[in-house]
């Protein structure tokens, strides 16, 4: 076993052999103490595993880069990429998966309430350990059972638009609107114009599909049929597809953009042809300007479904077209159906006492 300097200079690197396989990497330290020391951790980790079958070690860090690394090419790379960036500040991450105690949860979870962290964003963080974890056993790591601490997400009412809100909301994101203190549509750069273009309509095809924001902002021209107005829509969340037929004004929104698009591959993009990614900006300002309180982007999600409920469709149908694997996760809609219900049940008692 030896501990050595490339040219002499640098940090020490780690080669020994074992069963006639040379084992080589970076200490990435110049100190020849912690070189030595981790060579002979490395050294009996090997054995251990031949010899014993003890499955090898990962850090709680190294799985988090490898998760956030299979999240590059997706739409939830920057989702992924913020977590990561998070824990690695206030999580001891640099722990051994199999270190990691319950208890490690509980005091991140209180540290981030105390920081005022709302209950979403720590189930977010969660979800990323989870995520790493989850990486690190199916890759052969060696991890450990963990209970999370329960956060509960304050409840809302649901919130969707009113046909009066939407016109408001769509008056706002008109790319043609004059905007103060910029020249008219002609005269403003063709970038500016793009960027109005876009979120006008992405929130229509939200509107109109009740698809999760990812789901449309990065969306392939591969899985747009205009010829059968057909969309086929990956559901990255729950991991299956589901069909879609385009509404007329998200048809001729998604023609004309076929008709002017370049090489891309996405239906939206940004600024260096890639998938949009989330950029929400202009959209919530936009709800702000046109006075629509308490509303987020998702909502534009519970908006569709809502219509969908009150024009008849079932919970189970409803289901179907948001790609809910669990009619439960539906049932927050059930409210407006009983609704119906109740109104054709009065209908049908006032029927009989007329025909009485």
Request: proline share 3%; aromatic share 10%.
């Amino acid at each position: 076993m030896s501990v050595f300097k490339r040219g002499g200079k640098g940090n020490y690197y780690i080669q020994f052999n074992y069963r006639g396989k040379t084992y080589v990497k970076s200490s990435k330290s110049t100190n020849k103490r912690i070189a030595e020391r981790m060579e002979r951790e490395w050294h009996d980790d090997i054995i251990r595993r031949e010899e014993l079958g003890e499955l090898p070690r990962i850090t709680l860090k190294e799985a988090l880069t490898e998760y956030a690394a299979e999240k590059k090419a997706t739409g939830s790379s920057q989702y992924a990429g913020s977590n990561v960036s998070v824990l690695n500040k206030l999580f001891p991450t640099e722990l051994y998966i199999d270190e990691l105690k319950s208890w490690h949860l509980s005091k991140f979870k209180s540290a981030r309430q105390k920081d005022d962290i709302g209950a979403q964003t720590i189930k977010h963080n969660f979800q990323a350990i989870r995520s790493a974890i989850a990486w690190a056993k199916d890759h052969g790591y060696k991890v450990t059972q963990l209970d999370y601490p329960k956060v509960k997400l304050p409840k809302h009412r649901l919130r969707y638009l009113s046909k009066d809100e939407e016109v408001r909301l769509l008056a706002e994101l008109d790319p043609y609107r004059d905007r103060p203190y910029r020249p008219s549509y002609q005269n403003r750069p063709a970038a500016e114009n793009k960027t109005y273009h876009d979120n006008y309509d992405l929130v229509v095809l939200l509107l109109d599909t009740g698809a999760r924001y990812s789901e449309i902002a990065n969306i392939h021209w591969e899985s747009l049929d205009l010829e059968n107005k057909l969309i086929r829509l990956w559901r990255n969340k729950v991991k299956n597809e589901s069909l879609i037929y385009m509404t007329t004004r998200v048809a001729e929104i998604i023609q004309r953009r076929f008709d002017s698009r370049d090489s891309a591959e996405y239906l939206f993009t940004n600024k260096s042809g890639g998938p949009r990614g989330y950029q929400a900006k202009g959209i919530r300002a936009a709800i702000k300007r046109a006075g629509i309180d308490s509303f987020t982007i998702h909502d534009l999600r519970h908006t569709c479904a809502s219509r969908l409920v009150q024009a008849g469709l079932s919970l189970y149908e409803v289901a179907n077209v948001l790609g809910h694997t669990d009619v439960s996760t539906t049932q927050i809609y059930a409210h407006l159906e009983n609704k119906d219900v109740s109104k054709k049940a009065r209908d049908m008692i006032e029927a009989f006492s007329a025909a009485s």
